[in-house]
């Protein structure tokens, strides 16, 4: 079985430049999270997907950022424009059924993004 | 205040030693407690996870929740080069919910 994939591995742009992270959970699985490292401190949540439904986006930064989820598959996160303080680790996570008990989220390898 | 505490370390020990790591938090509302192992350059990997206060073992590997104190530990015994990665405490209070990580512990075990 296939694992979360997250495309590109790493993206270098410059401060005010646009860019689109894609994350392709593993097949079946519902619920997909975006998450997000700054250097230096923990991982933390941005948006949560329930199929094509936003489910929580309480960490989303600000209106730069964008996150879809047409058809209840792959996921995309635009960040639009990038400013410095956007540089990090993006991650992305997918799980089954939320009425599951356990609460296992499957991490992608992470987009490592630099904005200069 | 942050929602969960952990030492960044770095750790290191020799082969063999028992490795002990924790995490604190604050909000009285978590009942699910995961451990993450993440090698460098790749996602995080759920080792084991617990619900509520107790131990449970996998293996060579104990994870203990104790809720009154809101302290969490990951003990690791016959440690091995292998187990040489950065180890995250996450949580949540549903199954469903957002993950609340620490900053994770650094290891090197030592061959």
Known sequence: E????QFPSHSVIEKGQTVTLRCDPISGHDNLYWYRRVMG?????????????????????????????TGGTYSTLKVQPA????????FCASSQDR???KPEQFFGPGTRLTVL | QKEVEQDPGP???PEGAIVSLNCTY????????????????????????????GNKEDGRFTAQVDKSSKYISLFIRDSQPSDSATYLCA?????????????GTSLTVIP
Not at chain 2, 91 to 103: C, D, H, K, L, V
């Open chain 1, 99 to 101: 009425n599951r008990f």
């Open chain 1, 2 to 5: 296939a694992g979360v994939t």
């Open chain 1, 41 to 69: 401190k923990e991982i933390k949540f941005l948006l949560h997907f329930v199929k094509e439904s936003k489910q929580d986006e309480s960490g989303m930064p600000n209106n730069r950022f964008l996150a879809e989820r």
């Open chain 2, 26 to 53: 604050s909000n009285s509302a978590f009942q699910y407690f995961m451990w993450y192992r993440q090698y460098s350059r790749k996602g995080p990997e759920l080792l084991m996870y617990t619900y509520s206060s």
């Open chain 2, 91 to 103: 949580m949540s209070a549903n199954t469903g919910n957002q993950f609340y990580f620490g900053t």
């Open chain 1, 83 to 90: 400013e410095l303080e956007d540089s990090g680790v993006y």
């Open chain 2, 11 to 13: 750790l290191s020990v």
